[in-house]
């Protein structure tokens, strides 16, 4: 069963973000007591901001969590964790009492990128501590021996303070500050000495933010430490729906586009500049020889390129990855300064597409391509069998859930669209 809840007037969104805009006219500088001491005392305004606020942080906080939450318990942690309980060269270096050894195995560890920190302890003696300086999420672990005794401890991290901060300020066009002991830690945002409360409104430097904040803790030691999200008040307004679930959708929307423009933008464009500086690749292609030009794309893929086309004089030399896969990249591709051909590349495909809206924002997506009103080819389904037909926007029912729909609407590859269906659960949590 579908109900549409589209169509809807903007007059009440407008009245919200006017009322935003009437209690950011009254802000004052204070940094401790938050906003109430200078906002307008027009009660509707108050409420607005307050109801809008607070749907706008939650979201965004719980997508903070989620995270943070990569650090602690995903396939990053099992990766990491895997790759130190098998490492051999860590393993003898162990059993041999041999810091430098087990120095260099932990260094090789780091250079996989599954992991920013480690630390090998036996009998209350470090091994080896490589990694950067701050970091968060310790994991714990046991080496063990050829004949299957543990022979040390470990710790690891997969998130280093900075790498953390930057993903969630990324992914929710936020600030964000790390606080221990009423300070603001490891270059983050900071906020005034002291311990704000776990979630509120303050305002620093003249601007007035909204915030929430959640547990966390420090690597190597386990510390606590406080994750506080802000976002500024004029950044909210643009969020606020004349309903909560609107407010909602308006959010995660936001959230669901930007996990897609992550698949085209700084990360894609430091693959292209690699696969265009590669030798083997550019010889064959200005030879115009499709078997090396095959060879070398297999060269390039699996290093976070998923799918590599490549032509030249109106020719398609070779196209090798999977079968669906999005947010295509085109560069041309020059040798000695003449361009000899171009090149389609992609990072991401739709199952790590579906994974990423999954892991970091709990939605579930259904992607659709050959467009044809009538009869779309369903491409990938996170939902579960049998959809049937899902709303542009609105509610959708599912098997006794509810959930919010819109429409994210991407580039296949090589080209022509492709149409994501992402889906809210409603309550979301």
């Known amino acids: 069963m579908v109900l549409r809840v589209g169509n809807r007037s903007k007059a009440p969104r407008a009245a919200i973000i006017c009322a935003l805009l009437a209690v950011l006219a009254g802000c004052g500088s204070s940094t401790t007591g938050g906003l109430s001491a200078g906002v307008s ?17 939650d979201a965004l906080g719980h997508i903070a969590k989620r995270v943070y939450r990569e650090g602690v318990s995903s396939e990053r ?13 860590l393993r003898e270096a162990v059993e041999r009492d041999d810091p430098r050894a087990a120095r260099a195995a932990a260094q090789a560890l780091l250079a996989t990128g599954h992991m920013t920190n480690l630390r090998v302890v036996r009998d209350n ?4 501590d490589v990694g950067g300086t701050h970091a968060l999420a310790p994991l714990h672990g046991s080496i063990i021996s050829a004949s299957g005794t543990p022979i040390a401890s ?6 280093a303070d900075n790498g953390f901060v930057a993903e969630t300020n990324g992914i929710t066009q936020g600030a964000t500050a790390l606080r221990n ?11 005034p000495s002291g311990e704000p409360p776990a979630q509120g409104t303050i305002t620093i430097n003249k601007v007035a933010y909204g915030y929430t904040s959640f547990a966390a803790e420090a690597y190597p030691t386990g510390n606590r430490l406080r994750v506080y999200l802000l976002r500024s008040i004029p950044s909210i307004a643009p969020l606020c729906g004349a ?21 085209t933008g700084a990360r894609a464009r430091a693959k292209v500049s690699r696969v265009q500086h590669n030798q083997p690749l550019l010889h064959a292609v200005a030879a115009r020889d499709p078997v090396a030009t095959r060879a070398a794309i297999e060269g390039l893929l699996n290093e976070h390129i998923v799918r590599l086309r490549v032509s030249a004089a109106g020719r398609l030399l070779s196209d090798v990855g999977g079968p669906y896969v999005l947010g295509p990249v085109r560069a041309p591709l020059r040798l000695n300064g003449r361009q000899i051909g171009n090149m389609v590349l992609s990072i991401q495909d739709d199952e790590g597409y579906k994974r990423l809206a999954g892991r970091l924002a709990g939605l579930d997506v259904l992607m659709y391509m050959n467009l044809n009103p009538a009869h779309p080819t369903l491409v990938k389904n996170s939902l579960g069998p049998s959809p049937g037909p899902v709303p542009a926007s609105g ?18 590859f090589p ?3 492709l149409r994501i269906a992402v889906l809210i659960p409603i309550p979301y949590s």
């Open 181 to 191: 002991g009423g300070q603001s830690i490891a270059g983050s945002f900071a906020l």
């Open 41 to 57: 005392a027009d009660p509707a305004a108050q409420t607005a901001l307050s109801a809008c606020s607070t749907a706008v942080l």
């Open 154 to 159: 470990f710790i690891a991290s997969v998130w």
């Open 415 to 417: 080209s022509g669209p």
């Open 125 to 128: 003696q470090t091994l080896a």
């Open 395 to 412: 509610l959708y029912h599912y098997r006794g859930r509810t959930f919010a729909v819109f429409t994210l609407h991407a580039q296949a």
């Open 243 to 263: 309903t909560p679930t609107d407010t909602l959708v308006n959010t995660l929307s936001r959230v669901a586009r930007l996990i897609y423009a992550g698949e």
């Open 77 to 89: 942690t099992g990766a990491a964790l895997s790759f130190v309980a098998h490492s051999i060269p």
